[in-house]
């Protein structure tokens, strides 16, 4: 089946840095890959949708300034937490969307802000 | 705006016995159903998917019902083991990307 590998599956940073997280598509060509949060006990939430070669689309309320997207190839996107606070930390997750098997989820990316 | 809602919100289930969770949708545009099983600190994993031509599908232990006139949906885990206990979610998409429910955290007791 389809796989998505999500990278790193877990990071702790000081605030102020920024973090990427990196979402592959092993198996199969995404143009279109999704990101989620997620807190704890809680249900997905949608931040944007990458489309390969152009601006993301980002869900109301997400501040695309400080998660930046970037979907340069069809088998890569990521996400960028830019100058990061306590706020931010997070369970985030990458999905794409293989026409076979739906939408395939990465292992997902534990962020967590000092 | 609650576009898919899941319930219960919890479930204790006997080992052996058979856990059902229910969803229920309003947008008529979905066109696919899918339900996903998520362990704490990983992803969530596609375990059934169903689309609406289709009243039930059946994939080992797990079944999707499917009523589009109530435009309900649910999954069945028959023969439920310890090691189903995980969180489960129903989605749903149509000309949107996939919208979740809020989750059923079901726990099997031996």
């Known amino acids: 089946g389809a796989v998505v590998s999500q990278h790193p599956s877990w990071v702790i940073c000081k605030s102020g840095t920024s973090v990427k997280i990196e979402c592959r598509s092993l198996d199969f060509q995404a143009t279109t890959m999704f990101w989620y949060r997620q807190f704890p006990k809680q249900s997905l939430m949608l931040m944007a949708t990458s489309n390969e070669g152009s601006k993301a689309t980002y869900e109301q309320g997400v501040e695309k300034d400080k998660f930046l997207i970037n979907h340069a190839s069809l088998t890569l996107s990521t996400l960028t937490v830019t100058s990061a606070h306590p706020e931010d930390s997070s369970f985030y997750i990458c999905?794409?969307?293989?026409?076979?098997?739906?939408?395939?989820f990465g292992s997902g990316t534990r962020l967590t802000v000092v | 705006q609650q576009q898919v809602k899941q319930s219960p919100q919890s479930l204790i289930v006997q080992k052996g016995g058979i856990s059902i969770i229910n969803c229920a949708y309003e947008n008529t545009a979905f066109d696919y159903f899918p339900w996903y099983q998520q362990f704490p600190g990983k992803g969530p994993a596609l375990l059934i998917a169903i689309r609406p031509d289709v009243s039930e599908k059946k994939e080992g232990r797990f079944t999707i019902s499917f009523n589009k006139s109530a435009k309900q949906f649910s999954l069945h885990i028959m023969d439920s083991q310890p090691g189903d206990s995980a969180t489960y979610f129903c989605a749903a998409r149509g000309n949107t990307p996939l919208v979740f429910g809020k989750g059923t955290r079901l726990s099997v007791i031996a």
């Open positions: 999905s794409a969307r293989d026409l076979s098997y739906g939408y395939t």
